[in-house]
């Protein structure tokens, strides 16, 4: 019985594998067995850091809303806590915005939870 290699699937197989992991370093784009291991890991670390991308921009947009509440001095916690008492429920992706590219309405919002704390 003869042989079967089945090579013209396994190349593509192979040229698929090579084509995602150009730009690797090492024997990790050109060795199947390492490019299939490094390709495979990098997909874990691609789920992991999608969720990971979420705090981080949440981080951010802290870092930025403490840095404008404190320049109307306040912290970020009392702003927080001033805005909840008040009822303005802003999400911190828009604050963060506010603060940076709307400096005016940011800082009525400060009065605002300033008054509101009864500051």
Do not use: C
Not at 55 to 84: C, E, H
Request: net charge positive; glycine share 6%.
């Amino acid at each position: 019985m003869p042989r079967v290699k089945g090579g013209s699937a396994s190349d593509r197989k192979r040229k698929k594998l090579f084509s995602i992991t150009k730009g690797y370093w090492g024997r990790k784009k050109n060795v199947y067995r390492r490019a299939r291991e490094a390709y495979l890991h990098s997909l874990s670390r691609a789920y992991a850091d999608r969720k990971k991308k979420k705090r981080d921009f949440r981080r951010l947009w802290i870092t930025r809303i403490n840095a404008a509440s404190r320049a109307q001095g306040l912290s970020y916690s009392v702003l927080m806590n001033g805005l909840k008492k008040a009822g303005i429920s802003i999400n911190r992706k828009m604050l963060s915005e506010l603060a940076i590219n709307d400096m005016p309405a940011f800082i009525k919002l400060s009065e605002q939870a300033r008054s509101a704390l009864g500051r």
